[in-house]
RNA sequence: GGAGAGGUGGCUGAGUGGUCGAAAGCGGCGGUCUUGAAAACCGUUGAGCCGUAAGGCUCCCAGGGUUCGAAUCCCUGCCUCUCCGCCA
């Protein structure tokens, strides 16, 4: 959510800001509400100002033992006026917040100016795209051919977008996911928590997935609702919701591996081959909460740590910067990382870094205290995949095929695969 | 699943219809004293909104209700704890 203030006092600035990302403010009922918004609250409180006062005194004469009959006659309907401009004021503020909950963030100053995702400027390429003697298979016949790699049984369990895998595969997913959290947590300082895979709606609303894209999302059906998390973006960010931390305590980083559900409606028909886009997905994701002024910072260092992945797993891969018509609702700046795929001859999408300054920390209520005013200020988000263990699996796999189809494990994740230096047939 | 007890400020905890945003203690901050520290003592110490200010308003888990007036009474939900049952 953007600062109401700031809506206030430089709407037309706010508008031409977001303008670049695309979004059309309508800044006219923004107006018009805030306006009435103001004046009933004005009165509102008026009402209620003099109701307390009133109550006081009757409260007074009564303790005094005088005769309250006519004091009380003094207030008749007040009560009834009071609570039509309650409610009249709660309406206004449901319009207005939920108004105010459907603006996407304005793009950081840095960010590139651009339509789409073809217009994102290459930051940096680390290696060059893996050579063969031979036309590249892709994981999807790599897998099949292993015997490991099933989509068949996986749609039969359940429906497409699922995938099952078994053997050495399975275990090198798992060897990547630990290979990730052991580099985080031991050689880049963040915390590993555990969290819930199902989150309420106000999580949601917290880092921006709610209200405007439900549809990307499983919910639950039974007595409680919940739904099923699309990144541990969610629970991992709104473990600050509602909390003030002290200065000394940031900034806070936390990494998390966790399962990823999302429905990908509007998407039929893209990457509809392979494990590229399921509805279920691991990830390990890297989360900092930080002092305002260290938030682009921190970006830059998080997004550091996300590549330091890619660069000890061998992969090559390059950094872009999303331009101001690809950045996602919540983000004022984002780096994609994109890791090279043989079988597509591609770079795609494995990490997404973002700093989204005090946009979520607003809907949360995510604070710290700033020693030099001692006030609660808001905090500023910061997260990025470190990686998408799926993605990274594709990855290997195809970056470290073989000719005769084998796959070869790399270096770091050898201590995790128990003695297997090569995956083959089994 | 059954029975019961609760949810109050950073923490512990008092408050069961009126001047209560809320006692007390702890913690935090500032000061006195001290070479320094501790102890003791004094002061101070929740968050948000409107306003240049004075001041006003809101918040005692959440949402409804009763009342001139609700932290306090009623209803619903959520959460926590205890006992029994069941269970990874």
Redesign the pocket.
């Known amino acids: 959510m953007l600062d109401?203030?700031l809506l206030?006092s430089d709407l037309d600035a706010v508008s031409q800001q977001l303008a670049r990302r695309g979004f059309t403010l309508d800044t006219g009922t923004l107006q018009t509400l805030e306006e009435r918004r103001?004046a009933i609250?004005?009165e509102?409180?008026?009402l209620?100002?003099e109701?307390?006062?009133?109550?006081?005194g009757?409260?007074?004469a009564?303790?005094a033992g005088e005769d309250?009959a006519p004091l009380?006659k003094e207030?008749e309907g007040?009560?009834d006026q009071?609570k039509a401009k309650e409610q009249e004021l709660?309406l206004l503020q449901d319009e207005l917040t939920g108004l105010l909950m459907g603006i996407p963030n304005i793009p950081h100053e840095s960010v590139p100016a651009g339509k789409g995702e073809e217009d994102n400027p290459v930051l940096r390429t680390w290696g060059e795209p893996t050579a063969f003697g031979y036309e590249a298979r892709d994981h999807v016949a790599l897998g099949e051919q292993l015997g490991q790699l099933d989509f068949e049984a996986a749609s039969r369990l359940t429906g497409s977008r699922f995938c099952v895998m078994q053997g050495p595969l399975a275990r090198l997913q798992r060897a990547l996911t630990q290979f990730m959290l052991d580099t985080h947590t031991r050689d880049h300082g963040y915390r590993e928590v555990y969290v819930p895979y199902l989150v309420n709606a106000d999580s949601l609303r917290g880092t921006g997935q709610l209200p405007k894209f439900e549809e990307d999302l499983f919910r639950t059906s039974g007595?409680?609702d919940y739904y099923l998390i699309p990144t541990a973006e969610v629970p991992v960010t709104n473990l600050a919701r509602g909390s003030?931390l002290e200065a000394d305590q940031l900034p806070v980083r936390y990494t998390a591996h966790t399962p990823c559900f999302r429905s990908e409606a509007g998407s039929y028909g893209k990457d509809t081959r392979g494990m590229i886009r399921q509805h279920q997905f691991e990830k390990v994701e890297l989360v900092q909460l930080v002092a305002p002024g260290q938030s682009y910072d921190a970006l830059e260092q998080l997004t550091g740590h996300a590549e330091t992945i890619l660069q000890q797993l061998q992969l090559p891969y390059r950094v872009v910067t999303l331009c101001s018509g690809d950045i996602g609702f919540s983000a004022a700046k984002t780096y994609d990382l994109e890791v090279w795929l043989p079988g597509q001859q591609k770079y795609r999408e494995i990490s997404s870094c973002s700093n989204f300054e005090a946009f979520q920390a607003r809907r949360m209520q995510a604070?710290w205290r700033n020693p030099e005013t001692g006030?609660?200020e808001l905090l500023h988000t910061v997260n990025g995949s470190g990686l998408a263990v799926g993605r990274a699996l594709v990855a290997v796999m195809e970056n470290y095929q073989q000719a005769d189809g084998s796959i070869q494990i790399p270096d770091v994740l050898k201590p995790y695969m128990g003695g297997i230096e090569v995956i083959e047939k089994t």
Do not use: C, D, H
């Open positions: 109401p203030k206030r103001k609250q004005v509102t409180q008026e209620q100002a109701r307390n006062s009133r109550s006081k009757i409260g007074k009564k303790a309250i009380l207030v007040l009560g009071l709660a007595e409680a003030i604070r006030k609660p």
